[in-house]
């Protein structure tokens, strides 16, 4: 079976469907064994649609929250503690040369870690933590997306988001919901 090939780091080229390196007893696929174990609701094996939808999406699934937690950890955990310290989150975000300043966007995103999200003050994200921001205890997932979106695009930081403002960060806003992934800047607003 041919497939496409795609450039590997090396500059050799690589079948894209085939089999990657590692062993299916290795530790590559013992996260995609781990979620389909958890998406497969009724433990027989076989992944029928809405079981599929949970492995693809299990942020979607209230009975996955803890893998989602767990799954991001493990991808932003560089030193294996089991914890998110401020410098990893920062990593996943910006990686600039050595010494070199961190744009606003990114200090934010520091202060953000150190006053919102890390609620024991102690510099790292544990499993409680880490649930709580990726999945808000607030039913008002709207105006919690707002504070988000205001967070990142007010550049004068007076609360509210100017028409500049906002085509000056618009690539956050096609990704939100809070604007029908940016469907809703396409609609005549008056109050824009």
């Known amino acids: 079976m041919g497939g496409v090939s795609a450039p590997r780091a090396s500059g050799t080229p690589r079948t894209l469907g085939a089999p990657p390196t590692p062993t299916p007893t290795g ?4 996260v995609p064994r781990r979620r389909f174990r958890a998406a497969d609701e009724d433990g027989d094996g076989r992944l029928e649609a809405a079981e599929l939808d949970a492995f693809l999406h299990p942020e979607d699934f209230p009975r996955l929250q803890d893998l ?15 914890f998110i310290q401020v ?37 790292k994200l544990g499993p409680p933590e880490v649930k709580e ?3 808000p205890p607030s039913p008002d997932w709207a105006g919690v997306e ?14 509210a988001l100017s028409r500049e403002e906002i085509l000056g960060r618009w690539e956050i806003f096609v990704g939100s919901r809070a604007t029908d992934y940016g469907q809703d800047l396409h609609r005549g607003h008056d109050e824009l």
């Open 27 to 30: 530790s590559f696929w013992n």
């Open 68 to 82: 989602v937690v767990q799954e991001t950890i493990e991808d932003l955990d560089r030193d294996g503690d089991g």
């Open 87 to 123: 410098d990893e989150y920062i990593a996943d975000l910006f990686e600039g040369a050595p010494g070199s300043p961190e744009p606003p966007e990114i200090q934010r995103e520091r202060d953000q870690f150190l006053r919102l999200r890390d609620r024991d003050q102690d510099g």
């Open 133 to 135: 921001w990726l999945s």
């Open 146 to 159: 707002a504070e988000h979106l205001i967070h990142h695009a007010d550049q004068n930081q007076d609360g």
